[in-house]
């Protein structure tokens, strides 16, 4: 199948590409999409694939739940709240699938995938959460993730999930992976960029946002480069003021 990143990812950055549907599990070398969210995409990107929608599941297994890894977070929030479930409050503000949600340890202030998952289907076989070596918006695995099982505990937390709706009133309403850099130890990506005057600082088609210094936002129109250029300007100028390398949250596939 073609997809046109253009339209299909968050950013709204990328060309036509051709893209690999998977309908059942197995051991794939391949890059995964998700549904573009989080993703800075090549036009000349090759080996893509995304899940088939019989991956969009949701069933309670009794003590856990387990979701397909197809399965959109506002989806896998909505039945967390329906069924007073505690865990995954800060869903609520995020975007993405469960697969991408899991793959880079998703989360908001205090508050990640990793404090819910028991185990997690990669490559065909479930794999419990200690080996997945899930860190701050990193993890260790390799594989495609199929599913994940969750655990199971009652008490919805209502405060969470205000504090998490409030703080996306904040973020831009422009087109964007969300936040493009790590925060490093100690310290906010957003502060740094905004040190070196890249808060609303604008290369070609794209701009970090005046609204978020950490926010990579499309103007209009933007191409792949454009977007990496300011990436690549971003980590040099915070490299020379700050000594500090900014890891991408972004991923890029080239």
Not at 139 to 165: D, I, W
């Amino acid at each position: 199948m073609i997809v046109d990143f253009s339209k299909y990812s968050s950013v709204k950055i990328g060309g036509r590409v051709e893209v690999r549907l998977l309908r059942q599990c197995g051991e794939y070398e391949v890059q995964m999409v998700g549904l573009g969210n989080n993703l800075l995409v090549s036009p000349h990107a090759c080996n893509l694939a995304i899940l088939d929608r019989c991956f969009e599941t949701i069933e309670d297994k009794g003590n856990f739940i387990e979701a397909g890894a197809r399965t959109s977070a506002q989806k896998l929030f909505s039945y967390f709240r329906d069924h007073n479930l505690e865990g995954l409050e800060f869903l609520s503000a995020l975007p993405g699938s469960v697969g991408g949600l899991l793959k880079m340890n998703a989360g908001m202030k205090a508050y990640q995938m990793s404090d819910v998952v028991l185990q997690a289907n990669i490559n065909g076989t479930w794999i419990d959460s200690a080996a997945l070596g899930l860190a701050y918006r990193a993890s260790a695995f390799r594989g495609v993730v199929f599913g994940v099982r969750l655990q199971k505990k009652y008490g919805f937390r209502e405060s969470v999930f205000q504090m998490c709706k409030q703080m996306r009133t904040h973020h831009p309403k422009k087109p964007s992976f969300g936040s493009c850099f790590k925060n490093p130890p100690g310290d906010f990506a957003g502060r740094l960029l905004e040190a070196v005057g890249l808060r609303g600082f604008v290369l070609g088609r794209v701009s970090f946002s005046s609204a978020h210094a950490n926010f990579l936002i499309n103007l209009g129109g933007a191409h792949f480069q454009e977007a990496l250029d300011l990436i690549t300007l971003a980590k040099e100028r915070v490299f020379k003021a700050f000594g500090i390398v900014l890891q991408e949250e972004v991923c890029i596939l080239t």
